[in-house]
């Protein structure tokens, strides 16, 4: 059956159903794998376990402890506008690794090696700061 163009009865609708089908397709996948960057954002900066938080007004210091190795990062309350930033690690009897800058998010990570040693972390994030004192000993 055609209609006086010559084409094919119906043959518009079955385009549109075949689009719709690939846009609700498309929709249904990002619905169930997310856009990508949400699993990116929610890992941990340093590998190991948490082993200490020292949150403060602008930001928060997070310690994390993996065997003899030692990490920290800073990481701002509200991310967003670049802002003096900073993150020190150091072992007893070392000297401290240092990122700083201006960031949107975090400064560091940082990473020591403990070896049993105390180890201290003091983060900056807009002029306020938080020190741990030593640590993990």
Known sequence: MFDGAGHRRGSRTVRA????????????????????????????PCP?????????????????????QVCAVTVARNPGARRAMKVSLQ???????????RFTRQAGPVTVQSRGRCVRASGTVAGVSRSTGWILC
Do not use: H, M
């Open 17 to 44: 159903l075949a689009r719709g089908l690939a846009v609700l397709t498309a929709a249904s996948a990002l619905a169930v794998i997310g856009p990508g960057t949400g699993a990116a954002q929610a890992a941990a």
């Open 48 to 68: 190991g376990r948490l082993a200490k938080s020292a949150p403060f007004t602008t930001g928060e210091l997070r310690v994390y402890q993996n065997g003899g």
């Open 91 to 101: 072992p007893r009897g070392g000297r401290a690794v240092v990122d700083e800058g």
